[in-house]
């Protein structure tokens, strides 16, 4: 039954929101059905819990949950260990956002966006009526098939199937609309909706990609959420709210900014210095590198899309009736899950390699590769084995993502389906000998990109390390109280961060690997003898991936605080009374 739950879970989930009846189901069913399906998604994806991450995301997360109407049921928020970058909610208050999410968010605006517009959904009670027309259609399906009626049953679900995504979209936009105001009443910028959409609005799907999409496109979204009056600002009283939800967060630069209506969530990129020509060669076999590798991976993103989209049809031709079928079924679930996590690694790490040498890079052009002990140097040949490695991950993705959509295609084919008692035996073994092979290949992808990603997030460790230490010199007391209260705030502890260290990069690696671990400072100084922090996170049991993205959101709530008041300085901000830039 365990492995049966993601596929009903499914089923419930990807039919058609609609509501049955008009009171809906009671508290305590939605809670029990909630318990349900949020067991099922830990089991097969996992849970993040370190308190890195976890304490940001339930921190952020209360403040939005606080301004929802609905006093029933409270959002509970989990991480999900998965690189795929989503959020959803579940019946009873069930909040989960990726940890491929979370790579994918610049700011704490961001993250109080999108977890307020999963707050949007409970407060609805958009998760329920999901429930409640899935149910009918579900029962409606099994019983036509149960009587011989396979065609009705597959035109009732297609049916089904457009009326659910038309509502979903509908929901979409009532939560992104709920989200703005939970966001902005919680002390949260309501830009963070836009830049999290233009963040993961790059590339553009295929028309088929769009139209089963339960989420409307990045552009409309946007372009909705421009329009709403909390964004577009033009009253001076949303001005200085917002303004005052920054300055109670410990950014005052950025609370001048707002003031004025310009964006403080925009910050120009760094500005590189020339690389000499032995970096301009490294840097220019890295990127060839990296481009081969994700034209390599188009086989797979091809077979992946197929197979998402077969997921998505499933349903049209279920066969619930037959345990075979709903256990060969729950098993491509799986196994296209997978895929789709390590895809999304894969890439990843190919994507954003260039951008972390550069960061490191830059500090031997200036020469001062000596700012982290010439951690920047090693981190440069990290970066550089991130991407060999992670290309041993492509042919063996690739031939699991065919695979895994082979198989479900075949059991999407309901003509193909065993009638009375001659069932065929022989093709459910061979539809399981096909899992089994993707299995085995997804595993050997799993390796070389879990390696690379290892490796990747060591050498961003030591990147944002160095800048850290640049950003907050030793002998400027008003950036080094700006870095001890943004790093209190962020890591959830306080007090002597500097003993026996100096630079702020490596006593920020320390404080982040003693908030992960539990450990006292002097428990991790010991044995160390030296060793670079980046590289006594592995020894101590920390995450290197995670502490990665907490210095980078603590790099760059630097940068822009930083930058705002120099700005504010060196020019002053002319009065803009039509909206932000």
């Given at each position: 039954m ?7 879970v ?7 929101p ?5 009171d809906?189901l ?7 059905v ?10 097969a994806s ?14 952020i997360?209360?403040?939005?949950a ?41 700011s704490?605006d ?17 998760a ?48 992104d609309?709920e ?17 999290f959409f ?5 590339g553009?799907?295929?028309?088929l ?16 959420a ?21 300055a ?12 004025r209506?310009q ?33 390599a ?15 998505q ?69 990290e ?27 075949d ?7 065993p009638?009375g ?8 073994s ?26 990747l ?14 950003l ?8 080094r109280?700006?870095?001890?209260r ?22 920020t690696v ?28 592995a ?11 907490a ?20 020019t ?6 039509s909206?932000?830039?």
């Open positions: 365990r492995q049966l739950l993601p596929l009903l499914f089923a419930l989930l990807t039919l058609l609609g509501p049955v009846c008009a809906g009671e508290t305590a069913t939605e809670k029990a909630g318990r349900v399906a949020s067991r099922a998604l830990m089991d996992g849970v993040d819990t370190d308190p890195l991450l976890q304490d940001w995301v339930k921190r997360g209360a403040k939005v606080a301004r929802s109407p609905r006093k029933d049921i409270r959002p509970e928020f989990t991480i999900l260990g998965t690189g795929v970058a989503n959020a959803f909610t579940l019946p009873g208050g069930g909040v989960f956002v990726t940890r491929g999410l979370l790579d994918s968010v610049d704490d961001e993250l109080a966006a999108v977890l307020a517009h999963e707050t949007g959904h409970v407060a609805k009670k958009h329920i009526q999901q429930i409640e027309g899935n149910l009918l259609f579900v029962v409606a399906g099994l019983t036509l098939r149960r009587t011989g009626n396979e065609d009705a049953a597959a035109a009732a679900s297609v049916y089904n199937l457009f009326r659910a995504l038309n509502k979903s979209r509908e929901m979409e936009a009532q939560a609309e989200g703005i105001a939970f966001a902005y009443e919680a002390g949260y910028d309501p830009h963070g909706l836009i830049e233009n963040g993961i609005a790059g553009r799907p295929s028309f990609d769009t139209y089963l999409a339960t989420h409307p496109a990045p552009s409309k979204r946007i372009e909705a421009r329009a709403n009056p909390l964004v577009t600002e033009t009253d001076a009283a949303i001005r200085e709210t917002v303004a005052k939800g920054y109670e967060r410990g950014f005052p630069n950025l609370a001048q900014l707002v003031r209506s964006n403080p969530l925009q910050i120009p990129p760094p500005d590189y210095p020339p690389l000499d020509s032995a970096l301009r060669a490294e840097r220019s076999d890295l990127v060839q590198q990296a481009s081969e590798g994700r034209r991976l188009v086989p797979a993103f091809k077979a992946r899309r197929v197979g998402i989209t077969l997921q049809l499933l349903l049209i031709n279920s066969n619930l009736g037959d345990l075979r079928w709903a256990y060969l079924a729950s098993r491509a679930y799986m196994v296209q899950s997978q895929v789709d996590d390590l895809y999304a690694r894969t890439l990843r790490v190919m994507r954003t390699a260039p951008d972390a040498y550069d960061g490191l890079a830059a500090y031997a052009s200036l020469g001062m590769d000596d700012l982290t002990g010439r951690d920047t140097a090693r981190g440069r040949s970066v550089r084995q991130s991407v060999t490695r992670v290309r041993g991950a492509v042919k063996p993705l690739g031939r699991a993502s065919a695979a895994a959509a082979a198989v479900l295609a059991l999407n084919n309901h003509y193909l389906r009638r008692n001659s069932e065929p035996w022989l093709r459910y061979a539809l399981e000998g096909t899992l089994r092979y993707a299995e085995s290949e997804l595993g050997r992808a799993d390796k070389a990109s879990g390696q690379a990603w290892r490796l997030s060591v050498a961003q460790v030591r990147r944002y390390e160095a800048r850290l230490s640049e907050v010199p030793v002998d400027d007391p008003q950036r109280a700006l870095w001890q943004l790093m209190t705030d962020r890591f959830g502890i306080s007090g002597a961060f500097e003993a026996g260290e100096t630079k702020t990069g490596a006593v320390r404080a982040a690997l003693s908030r992960e671990t539990s450990q006292s400072t002097d428990a991790l100084d010991r044995d160390r003898a030296g060793t670079p922090w980046a590289d006594w996170i020894p101590q049991n920390g995450i290197p991936e995670n502490i990665a993205t210095m980078r959101l603590l790099t760059l709530d630097l940068e822009r605080e930083t930058a705002a008041g120099e700005r504010i300085k060196r002053g901000i002319p009065m803009i009374l909206g932000r830039n």
